[in-house]
């Protein structure tokens, strides 16, 4: 059982990394280089934004996103080409999209045929960040403005993650 749940875990880390990578690579056109998960650490204490999304249906969960508020200004700033002050609104709209986006494609890359998700709208709440210990799936990203964190809680997964055929 610790083994299916390690490849379990190991699978679900690996679609996630190759899906964030993706999206973020493509919607903010920088280089997204994986690193440490443990990384997110670096960001504990820090003020940024935290945008979290739920998927429910052939299979559940949570997935966050964490990064400083200097990065996230950073990223808007040259994407968008913003002159002047980046709003707190412009951020939680950017944001929730690239996680709508990645959770719609994790979920699509999860579900089989005739399995149906939903996704929450994503909330975005600016403050002090703090790591998520806890998450069972962690990755975090390097890009040019700084380091963007994902957790994943998934409750129920599909067979393909289970190691079923």
Do not use: W
């Not at 990064?67 to 709209?93: F, K």
């Amino acid at each position: 059982m610790e083994a299916l749940q390690t490849r379990t875990l190991t699978s679900a880390k690996a679609l996630l990394e190759e899906v964030v990578q993706h999206t973020l690579e493509s919607l903010f056109f920088v280089e997204a280089v994986p690193i440490d998960g443990r990384e997110a650490a670096r960001i504990d204490g820090t003020e940024g934004l935290e945008v979290m999304i739920v998927i429910k249906g052939a299979f559940s969960g949570e997935i966050f996103m964490s990064l400083s508020r200097e990065s996230a200004c950073r990223l808007i700033s040259q994407t968008l080409n913003v002159a002047g002050e980046v709003t707190n609104e412009l951020l939680a709209d950017a944001f929730a999209e690239t996680l709508n986006t990645i959770g719609g494609r994790v979920a699509a890359a999860l579900a089989r045929a005739n399995e149906t998700f939903d996704l929450s709208i994503p909330t975005v709440t600016f403050g002090k960040l703090a790591a998520s210990g806890q998450a069972p799936v962690k990755c975090c990203f390097q890009v040019e403005y700084g380091r963007i964190c994902f957790s994943i809680f998934i409750g129920t997964l599909t067979p393909s993650l289970r190691g079923a055929p």
